[in-house]
Structures are given as C-alpha cells and as structure tokens.
C-alpha cells in the first residue's frame, strides 16, 4: 500500500517533511506535518510512502521513498536499521517519529523512515523494532523491505 508525501529536498539539509501527507485506505491516521523554510525556492519532490514490507519497492535514480512503521516509544521500543544498507544503491536522508493524534497517555504513532535511491540495482532494508538498551534480546518484530532502483 503506497501513501503520497509531499516534501521538500534541500541537498545540504536532507528532506524536509512538508505539506500534507495523504493516507490511501492502510492506516487509520492522517498526518501532515510541514517545516517552513525562510529564502529558499525549492520545489516540492513527491514522496511514495510504503506500509507494507511485502510490497516491492521500485524506484528510480535519484528519487526519494519513505518507510511508515507503527511505533510507540512509550514501551521503549523503537525501529533501527537490522543490517547496513548498500550505500551504492540506497542511503537513509532522516527518520522522525509522526506523533499520533490522540492525546491518550502511551498512544502509539508512527515512525517515517526516509531513502534516497542513489544507484541502479537491488536492495534490501532490514529493520528491527527494539528496545536499544536490551542488547542480546531478540527484537519484537523485523522488516525487510526489498528495493529495486533504476
């Protein structure tokens, strides 16, 4: 399931959430978040956001892709990267945390995890959603999301 997100590429500071994130049917949450930037004319580069680590990831050179996982840093728990990436084909810009909408107490929300196609061929992200101090302990749940650049 792809959800649209429109940012903003500032080459010498990352990707920059802005504008509005647009959910398609996967999630019961919308999220817009947006991070103004004074004398800077920078168009807007859309954003493919992906759910589901079954789904293939197919992206071309140069094009930025962002990973959704749920997360609720109220457990201690939190997604990390399981294995290096291959940095000849995808490099990590940012990851943020897209707080939920609710003001419950321990509600979770998002974590939004954001790459840049930098080379053609195949990839894999792995992540792990761990508590970073419990060092030797399986973590609670794994994803690996495969990624075709072209």
Same mark, same amino acid.
């Given at each position: 399931m792809?959800?649209?997100? $429109?940012? %903003? +590429?500032?080459?010498?500071l990352g990707i920059l959430p802005a504008a509005v994130q647009e959910s398609v049917g996967a999630t019961n949450t919308n999220v817009s978040a947006s991070i103004h930037c004074k004398g800077m004319n920078a168009a807007p580069e859309q954003i493919e956001e992906y759910l589901s680590p079954g789904e293939m990831i197919a992206v071309t050179t140069g094009r930025s892709f962002a990973i959704r996982l749920q997360s609720n840093p109220t457990t201690g728990?939190?997604?990390?990267? $399981?294995?290096?990436?291959?940095?000849?084909?995808? %490099?990590? /810009?940012?990851?943020?945390y897209?707080?939920?909408?609710?003001?419950?107490?321990?509600?979770?929300?998002?974590? %939004?995890? %954001?790459?840049?196609a930098v080379g053609p061929g195949p990839a894999e992200?792995? +992540?792990?959603? /761990?508590?970073?101090?419990?060092k030797?302990?399986?973590? $609670?749940?794994?994803?690996?999301?495969k990624v075709v650049v072209k």
């Open positions: 792809k959800i649209y997100f $429109a940012g %903003v +590429m500032f080459l010498s728990y939190g997604w990390q990267l $399981a294995k290096p990436l291959d940095n000849r084909i995808v %490099v990590l /810009v940012t990851n943020n897209i707080h939920p909408d609710t003001k419950l107490v321990g509600s979770g929300g998002h974590e %939004v995890w %954001v790459f840049k992200i792995s +992540m792990q959603y /761990v508590r970073f101090w419990e030797g302990r399986p973590p $609670a749940e794994t994803n690996v999301f």
